[in-house]
């Protein structure tokens, strides 16, 4: 069986073609090439694409590829696909309706013998 | 209400110590000496602080000091009659500051009254007869703050709204006294705030209401706010009240009043301000000016003012739950609470109006069935069958109308 790094150059000898076509799918920004090349080998582009978050949430994307799907350490190349996909595929703000807003949610930390009487 | 001045600490309190978490959750990461934190605290306790506004309640969220903006958190609104300290502030300019009752004077001029008039405080007061109505004021713009994408101006939250007593005289005595003639179709006013870039020659906002509107009995040129002089945010001396319309129609620190043959055309009458598509639009749509319509009659509304937002409720205990609700130029005829984001409904009871266009106050004690995270949610129904939404309601340019469902989050606890 080969593994992964040797995959993914097979694959990206053997079908450029194929990896041309995928890149398309992906938002034109800098360094979309490499997150295309990084990600096609193990998976559709479309697995990007269809996600949101932000850097933290695509961080341990990329660590639990890289612990149970046999991800290779990407270097330097990881800062550049953070900042690629944090800035085009985002958590997204369009909802219908956000959860009720921090400061009027119950405080988990804050001990229940410290909350203010409840208002007259 | 003698903890309403916790309301204020306890907020304050949970961002400082959040903060002070934060800080010394960093300062033991950077070995940070503590005393940053505790300077750090008082800096910001002293920002938050300076916003307060003379004669307002200090628990008001002061959206925009420059014009002077503030609204009132829902647990502030629990009174069945607003206070007047704690009524919200919407000013699209600069209130006046050397105001002279004894020299104040009220025109009704406009091309639709036969004789123009000049009316000063004390002849308001002695001529026409006084009328007391509890009537709603809310702002076109209150729940803003949901609207996705975003509207641009204040991010109000739920709290551009009040039901005070109002006392004054009728609109409609005073323009019969000057005579309004058959081609009337509007009024407009003029009041004594001045434009925020200074320029005294432009006003910084008039607006009005259809003549129909305005010979409403509840439509009341009005000096007292329960009883006692109008704050000066809320218009000293002297202001139109429209109860259930947009509250821009409620001019304050009144000085002309003009009968138009046409509608109005001041300031923020035309363009995006207080108006919504004259069709819906998807969210987003960039709509032209010649296809916005003005806001008239308000949708049907409520809060929830007690329990506040965000308390922690022992499962054992039933929890009292109460709060308002208004529709606008109708009234409302249902209210119902849901504790499980709406698949079921229980219905409340509501009381009557004080009088027309005033709101109406509900109040019920409901159990949870485990403990864990609850959101309380109501919802009215006026008269015409019109429900509140329980998603953020047609979106247009400038975020008016938002009447979705109000929602408090509660931790019940064992």
Same mark, same amino acid.
């Given at each position: 069986?080969?593994?992964?790094?040797?995959?993914?150059?097979?694959?990206?000898?053997?079908?450029?073609?194929?990896?041309?076509?995928?890149?398309?799918?992906?938002? $034109?920004?800098?360094?979309?090439?490499?997150?295309?090349? $990084?990600?096609?080998?193990?998976?559709?582009?479309?697995?990007?694409?269809?996600?949101?978050?932000?850097?933290?949430?695509?961080?341990?994307?990329?660590?639990?590829?890289?612990?149970?799907?046999?991800?290779?350490?990407?270097?330097?190349?990881?800062?550049?696909?953070?900042?690629?996909?944090?800035?085009?595929?985002?958590?997204?703000?369009?909802?219908?309706?956000?959860?009720?807003?921090?400061?009027?949610?119950?405080?988990?930390?804050?001990?229940?013998?410290?909350?203010?009487?409840?208002?007259? | 209400?003698?903890?309403?001045?916790?309301?204020?600490?306890?907020?304050?309190?949970?961002?400082?110590?959040? %903060?002070?978490?934060?800080?010394?959750?960093?300062?033991? #990461?950077?070995?940070?000496?503590? @005393?940053?934190?505790?300077?750090?605290?008082?800096?910001?306790?002293?920002?938050?602080?300076?916003? #307060?506004?003379?004669?307002?309640?200090?628990?008001?969220?002061? %959206?925009?000091?420059?014009?002077?903006?503030?609204?009132?958190?829902?647990?502030?609104?629990?009174?069945?009659?607003?206070?007047?300290?704690?009524? #919200?502030?919407?000013?699209?300019?600069?209130?006046?500051?050397?105001?002279?009752?004894?020299?104040?004077?009220?025109?009704?001029?406009?091309?639709?009254?036969?004789?123009?008039?000049?009316?000063?405080?004390?002849?308001?007061?002695?001529?026409?007869?006084?009328? &007391?109505?509890?009537?709603?004021?809310?702002?076109?713009?209150?729940?803003?703050?949901?609207?996705? /994408?975003?509207?641009?101006?204040?991010?109000?939250? &739920?709290?551009?709204?009040?039901?005070?007593?109002?006392?004054?005289?009728?609109?409609?005595?005073?323009?019969?006294?000057?005579?309004?003639?058959?081609?009337?179709?509007?009024?407009?006013?003029?009041?004594?705030?001045?434009?925020?870039?200074?320029?005294?020659?432009?006003?910084?906002?008039?607006?009005? @209401?259809?003549?129909?509107?305005?010979?409403?009995?509840?439509?009341?040129?009005?000096?007292?706010?329960?009883?006692?002089?109008?704050?000066?945010?809320?218009?000293?001396?002297?202001?139109?009240?429209?109860?259930?319309?947009?509250?821009?129609?409620?001019?304050?620190?009144?000085?002309?009043?003009?009968?138009?043959?046409?509608?109005?055309?001041?300031?923020?009458?035309?363009?995006?301000?207080?108006?919504?598509?004259?069709?819906?639009?998807?969210?987003?749509?960039?709509?032209?000016?010649?296809?916005?319509?003005?806001?008239?009659?308000?949708?049907?509304?409520?809060?929830?003012?007690?329990?506040?937002?965000?308390?922690?409720?022992?499962?054992?205990?039933?929890?009292?739950?109460?709060?308002?609700?208004?529709?606008?130029?109708?009234?409302?005829?249902?209210?119902?609470?849901?504790?499980? #984001?709406?698949?079921?409904?229980?219905?409340?009871?509501?009381?009557?109006?004080?009088?027309?266009?005033?709101?109406?106050?509900?109040?019920?004690?409901?159990?949870? /069935?485990?403990?864990?995270?609850?959101?309380?949610?109501?919802?009215?129904?006026?008269?015409?069958?019109?429900?509140?939404?329980?998603? @953020? /309601?047609?979106?247009?340019?400038?975020?008016?109308?938002?009447?979705?469902?109000?929602?408090?989050?509660?931790?019940? &606890?064992?």
């Amino acid at each position: 069986m080969k593994s992964l790094p040797t995959l993914a150059l097979s694959l990206l000898l053997s079908g450029i073609s194929h990896h041309a076509l995928s890149a398309d799918e992906l938002k $034109t920004g800098p360094n979309s090439e490499i997150v295309a090349q $990084t990600c096609v080998p193990c998976h559709s582009l479309k697995l990007v694409t269809q996600n949101r978050a932000d850097r933290q949430g695509w961080l341990s994307m990329i660590r639990w590829m890289q612990e149970k799907q046999g991800l290779w350490p990407l270097g330097e190349n990881e800062d550049k696909i953070l900042d690629y996909l944090s800035t085009y595929y985002g958590p997204t703000k369009s909802f219908r309706r956000a959860p009720i807003p921090s400061e009027l949610m119950p405080a988990e930390l804050m001990p229940a013998e410290e909350m203010p009487p409840a208002e007259s | 209400m003698a903890n309403k001045q916790q309301g204020t600490n306890k907020g304050r309190r949970r961002f400082l110590r959040n %903060l002070t978490h934060f800080t010394a959750a960093a300062g033991a #990461f950077l070995s940070a000496p503590s @005393v940053f934190a505790k300077a750090a605290a008082e800096n910001i306790a002293q920002t938050v602080s300076k916003y #307060f506004i003379d004669g307002k309640h200090k628990g008001l969220t002061v %959206l925009n000091d420059r014009p002077v903006n503030a609204e009132t958190p829902a647990h502030l609104l629990d009174e069945d009659v607003t206070s007047a300290d704690r009524l #919200f502030v919407r000013n699209n300019g600069i209130p006046p500051t050397d105001i002279d009752t004894a020299s104040w004077q009220l025109t009704i001029e406009g091309e639709s009254v036969n004789k123009k008039i000049v009316i000063d405080l004390d002849e308001l007061k002695t001529k026409f007869k006084h009328y &007391t109505y509890q009537l709603v004021l809310e702002c076109g713009g209150n729940g803003r703050s949901e609207f996705n /994408p975003p509207a641009r101006g204040n991010q109000w939250s &739920t709290g551009a709204v009040g039901c005070p007593s109002w006392t004054g005289v009728r609109l409609r005595d005073v323009l019969n006294a000057a005579g309004v003639k058959d081609d009337a179709v509007y009024i407009g006013y003029y009041g004594k705030d001045t434009h925020l870039s200074g320029d005294p020659a432009k006003k910084p906002i008039s607006r009005g @209401v259809p003549i129909e509107k305005a010979m409403e009995k509840e439509s009341l040129i009005a000096w007292a706010i329960n009883g006692e002089d109008l704050p000066l945010m809320n218009g000293y001396p002297l202001r139109l009240v429209f109860g259930g319309w947009p509250a821009s129609t409620s001019g304050k620190w009144l000085e002309k009043i003009v009968v138009r043959n046409r509608e109005h055309d001041g300031p923020k009458m035309g363009g995006f301000s207080y108006r919504v598509p004259c069709k819906p639009v998807a969210p987003g749509t960039e709509v032209a000016a010649a296809d916005m319509c003005i806001i008239e009659s308000m949708p049907v509304k409520s809060l929830i003012t007690t329990p506040r937002s965000g308390i922690v409720h022992a499962i054992a205990d039933l929890l009292p739950i109460s709060g308002h609700a208004w529709a606008g130029d109708n009234s409302v005829t249902r209210l119902e609470v849901s504790i499980d #984001f709406g698949q079921t409904w229980k219905k409340v009871k509501l009381s009557k109006p004080a009088n027309r266009l005033a709101w109406q106050n509900w109040r019920t004690e409901i159990s949870f /069935p485990q403990t864990g995270y609850f959101e309380v949610w109501a919802r009215a129904t006026d008269d015409q069958g019109r429900q509140q939404p329980m998603v @953020v /309601p047609g979106w247009n340019p400038r975020g008016y109308l938002n009447n979705a469902c109000h929602r408090v989050a509660v931790r019940v &606890t064992a």
